[in-house]
């Protein structure tokens, strides 16, 4: 086969084009399996294919390049314009080209759609989680409310201790519901890698009971804090532990201590 001749006559930009019948698309292929000259051929033009479909104009140099390649290829061969292709396949071959680039336009506009929703479904996720934070923070609020209201409520006040004098604290203790809140506004945020925990003490003899963490300290804006407390307290601590806890106090970083009254 002469493949100079074979590349210039036209055929492999119809192939491109997808204007071709079965046949002549399979003899395409294999020929293109053949000779790595029609191979690479092929692949240019589908090349210039594809920078005409990424810039979605007609009217750009690449159109205009591609079309001069299919009037070079004939002339190489005929000496003419247009008598080996004529004007008709010429009008298939574009409006194939036109309907890729609509293919690709629809492609783009479908892929900014998803991005769209994919945006529009975080921000209502997102403000499903504010809403749903506000209204943990009302039910914590009103909750608190309606503990530090009950005439049974203890109020403790835990002072700031050696490693942080300027540190305070207040416990709320419903001994009915078994329940304290801890209203620590007065601590420092925590340093990262520690979190604070509470503690429940009996004075005689010093025994510490960890009642919970201070979870998400610094992104909590009230800096109120719901633990269970089933303990006969007599007091009440805050330690600065290690993220997890401890399983006892680190006395050395006692922030805030307070005796509970009966």
């Excluded at 750009?60 to 008598?83: E, F, P, S, V």
């Excluded at 479904?121 to 989680?129: L, Y």
């Excluded at 109120?224 to 006969?232: D, H, I, M, R, S």
Aim: glycine share 8%.
């Amino acid at each position: 086969m002469d493949t100079k001749e074979y590349i210039a006559s036209g055929i492999l930009e119809l192939y491109v084009a997808g204007t071709l019948s079965e046949l002549e698309n399979l003899e395409v292929y294999l020929n293109s399996e053949k000779y790595p000259e029609i191979k690479k051929e092929i692949e240019e033009i589908e090349a210039s294919v594809l920078s005409i479909t990424k810039s979605v104009s007609p009217g750009i140099k690449g159109y205009g390049d591609l079309l001069n390649r299919m009037d070079g290829a004939n002339i190489a061969k005929t000496g003419t314009i247009g008598n080996k292709v004529s004007w008709t396949a010429y009008l298939g071959w574009a409006a194939s080209l036109v309907f890729m680039v609509g293919l690709l336009w629809l492609y783009q506009q479908n892929d900014q759609l998803k991005l769209d929703l994919e945006i529009v479904s975080r921000e209502k996720d997102a403000m499903e989680q504010q809403i749903a934070d506000s209204n943990n923070s009302l039910a914590k609020t009103e909750d608190l409310l309606k503990t530090i209201r009950d005439k049974n409520i203890t109020v403790v006040v835990l002072n700031g201790q050696t490693v942080s004098p300027t540190s305070y604290a207040k416990a709320y203790w419903n001994k009915g519901e078994k329940k304290v809140f801890i209203d620590a506004q007065g601590l420092p945020d925590p340093p990262n890698g520690f979190v604070y925990q509470v503690w429940s003490l009996t004075l005689n003899p010093l025994t510490p009971t960890s009642m919970g963490l201070l979870e998400d300290f610094v992104d909590d804006d009230n800096k109120v804090f719901a633990l269970a407390n089933p303990n006969e307290s007599e007091a009440f601590g805050i330690t600065l532990e290690p993220a997890g806890g401890s399983e006892s106090p680190n006395l050395e970083q006692l922030y805030t201590l307070g005796v509970a009254t009966s």
